[in-house]
């Protein structure tokens, strides 16, 4: 339902003339043994060898041995993938089947805490943020990232496996294709995302499970278990 005249909701809050009701101040819940949801294969994924974003904020209650945070293909053939393994919490991201990134989180802690994190390739270097501030150290990047036969998987790999499903909540999950956003250190964005320029995927910040960007791609509740909670890392 869209809403042609503004309305008064609960507690005061105004729902302006145009606006979704289902509003945009949540997070997709995983709990880390079934549930994880996945946007359909397609060309947004493959990024070349050009600039890229993807970020996202977690809070991950637990350390299995190897959950995916996101994948695009399977262990041993993700394009793109992000894992955070062993019980100090190795963060890895993966790039055409091999680890082009590790960082060890127990540093500062990650379990039980929102944590923003952004990965952004610009001009053939990476980086990856934490909360905003560089963690290790960049790295020269010039993968093809081509692949668009498999679904971009969040909480699991495109075929899952047992041992990979992410514990915890994930909100605002964002991928630009041709943009990277973040080069040097950055403050993280203290409310929702928006659909930027060049936004192929907006989602787990609804109240249902939907895509946000102009693709409008179909959410897959896999195994139809993921919920959404009103736990996000910033206020309304």
Known sequence: MILTKGVILGGGAYLK????????????SF????????????????FGTGDFTIEWWQYMTSQPSN????????YSTASIAVSIES??????????????????????????QWIHFAISRVSGTTRVFK?????????????????????????QESTPTSNSYFPGYISNFRVLKGTGLYSSNFTPPTSH??????????????????????????????????????TVPFSS
Do not use: M
């Not at 003339?17 to 997709?28: K, R």
């Open 193 to 230: 995302l928006t659909a930027i320029a060049n936004t192929q995927l907006l989602t787990c910040q609804n109240s249902t499970l939907i895509d946000n960007s102009p693709n409008n791609f179909t959410i897959t509740n896999n195994n139809g278990a993921t919920t959404t909670s009103s």
């Open 67 to 74: 959950p995916r945070v996101f994948s695009v293909g399977n």
């Open 131 to 155: 909360n905003g501030s560089l963690i290790g150290s960049s790295y020269s990047d010039s993968n093809n990232i081509s692949d668009s036969s498999h679904a971009f998987t969040i909480c």
């Open 17 to 28: 003339p145009g606006a979704s009701p289902a509003f945009v101040n949540y997070s997709a």
């Open 87 to 112: 019980a100090s919490g190795i963060f890895y991201v993966w790039e055409n089947s091999g680890v082009r990134f590790s960082y060890n989180l127990s540093t500062g802690g990650y379990l039980n």
């Open 31 to 46: 709990n880390g043994t079934s549930q994880y949801i996945s946007a359909p294969a397609s060309s947004a994924w493959a």
